[in-house]
């Protein structure tokens, strides 16, 4: 399936937003119908369209695939009066099915097309193609999934990762005048992973470990290991690992008696906890009667998944309440962590907008390669100042391909 969107100069009209279905069906006709009239009035002029590629998986019934590809339409009909300094800013959405072959060759397809850069992928295999893909051809790919990136150059992943999750962990633990943290995970190559993380991200936040424990995916009890963990003396401990074990640590903690700053993974995080998150941090009170495993547990999570957390003065606060605005009304059942998600698509295409402003800016002499421009837009990305967004504040480092940071984090705690 391949759509097409294009915001052309300011003389379009804003449709308001309406009911999902209708909504969808009006925008991806109405642009689609302005696209050959913008084009060709863009070429006539002697400017070509600002062009950005969007892969997900639409019809392979992943939810989240249709609605990032929904994003990115919403995304496009809000910007039909903006462009690019009166250049048409044109979003191409194709769908890869769920099938990572297909995303590579829509990836090539789109590049073929005259694409300045990609959003990509729904799966973790496709964004892994499509990365090489981006890599080979020197087109910037804005990558949407929390798979590690490394030895990339056109490739900026926007997902805060464990690293950057547990920096802002390490640097709360530090306003709160604690010291050494240590780590509980799995015995597993996640949990290697996991413990690399933890050991950079305490080396970013200058913080020193005490230790890690690594516990059998296949525990019942923590009791043990959260002992260990407790009888170092930390000023926090970082749980990392999936739903069921980090109960069960917690729960091992709780029960040796260990009530100090505990930090775990947003992803393991149930509806009904999430419900009992803060922004705001109290300070600490006296531990619940009835042996509540998660009280005041903490985490550090994207603006958007705790927005009505959020102080006025946030500097995410007007990023994140755009892109609601343009999420909330897709499905109304969505959980936080499927917002945050979502909110990624905006936050990249906002970023590559405001790319395509600074390149537009240098008066680029008309008529130079794809390639080049390519290339000033990777630069304007490399060098644009941090942008407090939705999901995240971002920002591109040389040899480094997270552009989330650990600043645009919230860490918030369970009441």
Not at 31 to 59: F, K, M, T
Not at 73 to 88: D, K, L, N, S
Not at 222 to 250: F, K, Q, S
Not at 339 to 358: I, K, M, N, P, S
Request: charged share 20%; net charge negative.
């Amino acid at each position: 399936m391949r759509r097409t969107h294009v915001v052309p100069p300011a003389s379009a009209l804003v449709t308001p937003p309406r009911p999902l279905v209708s909504t969808l069906l009006r925008t991806t006709v109405a642009l689609c119908v302005l696209l050959a009239a913008a084009i060709a009035a863009a070429q006539a002029d002697g400017s070509s369209p600002w062009r950005i590629g969007v892969i997900a998986s639409q019809s392979a019934g992943s939810a989240i695939g249709a609605l990032q590809a929904s994003v990115a339409e919403r995304f496009a009909a809000a910007y039909v009066a903006v462009g690019v300094y009166g250049v048409p800013l044109v979003i191409d959405v194709r769908d890869d099915a769920g099938d990572p072959r297909r995303a590579e060759s829509l990836a090539r397809e789109l590049i073929d097309e005259g694409v300045l850069a990609l959003v990509c992928c729904t799966s973790p295999s496709a964004s892994e193609r499509v990365s090489a893909v981006a890599e080979a051809s020197g087109v910037v790919l804005l990558k949407l999934d929390g798979t590690p990136t490394t030895d990339h150059v056109w490739t900026l992943a926007l997902r805060a990762d464990a690293r950057t999750q547990m920096t802002a962990a390490a640097v709360h633990v530090a306003d709160e005048g604690k010291s050494a943290m240590a780590l509980m995970t799995l015995d597993n190559a996640f949990g290697v992973d996991a413990a690399e993380a933890f050991e950079r991200a305490l080396a970013d936040a200058g913080r020193e470990p005490v230790g890690t424990i690594q516990y059998p995916p296949s525990a019942t009890v923590l009791t043990p290991e959260a002992l260990w963990a407790a009888t170092r003396e930390p000023g926090a401990i970082v749980v990392w690992g999936l739903t069921t074990d980090t109960d069960l640590a917690l729960r091992g903690l709780r029960t040796r008696g260990w009530f100090g700053p505990a930090y775990v993974r947003p992803e393991t995080i149930g509806p009904a906890t999430w419900r009992r998150l803060t922004a705001t941090a109290e300070g600490p009170t006296a531990p619940p009667t009835g042996g509540d495993a998660w009280w005041q547990v903490r985490s550090a999570v994207s603006p958007v998944t705790v927005f009505e957390s959020l102080p006025a003065e946030h500097p995410n606060r007007e990023a994140a309440a755009a892109a609601l605005a343009r999420i909330e009304t897709l499905d109304a059942r969505l959980d936080p962590m499927e917002v945050g998600t979502l909110a990624l698509v905006d936050d990249a295409l906002t970023l590559l907008q405001r790319a395509f402003e600074d390149v537009a800016a240098l008066a680029l002499p008309p008529g130079l390669p794809a390639a080049s421009v390519r290339q000033a837009v990777l630069d304007a990305l490399m060098s644009a100042p941090p942008r407090p967004l939705a999901a995240g504040t971002y920002q591109a480092r040389s040899g480094d391909p997270r552009m989330a940071r650990w600043q645009g984090l919230v860490v918030v705690m369970t009441r």
